[in-house]
């Protein structure tokens, strides 16, 4: 159970944008370094996420990011994510869709290779092609307290602390 608790409050604090910015400053602001960071929509085609064609959008963005720290060539290395996300997942086929609530707070680190490793607290919208990581194929909300090491090659390594994992393609099936 410590663990558990230590595990939380180390993933917690960076995400909660403890210590980021001065105290003086509200969030959202210039002063604070919080920019939008809207999500485009997407497409795919029958068999690269789902068993059909599927069509995402942002029906709510209001996400923000604040870059932390830089790479020496000022390329991004720490990035912090926050605010709503309600992404719209429609199966193209029959018109079938699902709102998905991807209100997540992460932290992204960029390494130089490439990769990434995500610290996130909450939902978050992720898709996995075939036998492209920890997860089948599929579009998924997860949600709770989890990492997400992604590869240079684009494998996507998901450790659960806590929480759980929604089949967004059985949604609109």
């Known amino acids: 159970m410590r663990g558990t608790v230590v595990a939380l409050l180390a993933l917690t604090a960076p995400l909660l944008g403890i210590g980021t910015y001065p105290a003086h400053a509200a969030p959202g602001t210039a002063e604070s370094g919080w920019e939008p960071a809207p999500s485009a929509p997407w497409d795919t085609a029958a068999g690269v996420r789902c068993d059909f064609p599927v069509h995402a959008e942002p029906v709510v963005d209001e996400v923000e990011r604040r870059v932390v720290t830089t790479h020496p060539d000022g390329s991004p290395e720490r990035v912090l994510y926050r605010g709503d996300l309600v992404v719209r997942i429609t199966n193209t086929d029959t018109g079938a869709f699902h709102d998905a609530d991807a209100s997540g707070t992460a932290a ?47 494998y996507k390594d998901v450790t659960m602390v806590h929480g759980s994992v929604d089949d967004l393609c059985a949604r609109v099936d």
């Open 108 to 154: 992204v680190d960029h390494r130089a290779d490439g990769s990434q490793f995500w610290s996130v607290l909450g939902p978050v919208l992720v898709g996995f092609a075939e036998n492209g990581g920890t997860l089948a194929r599929g579009v998924y909300l997860i949600d709770g307290v989890y990492t997400l090491d992604i590869s240079s090659a684009g």
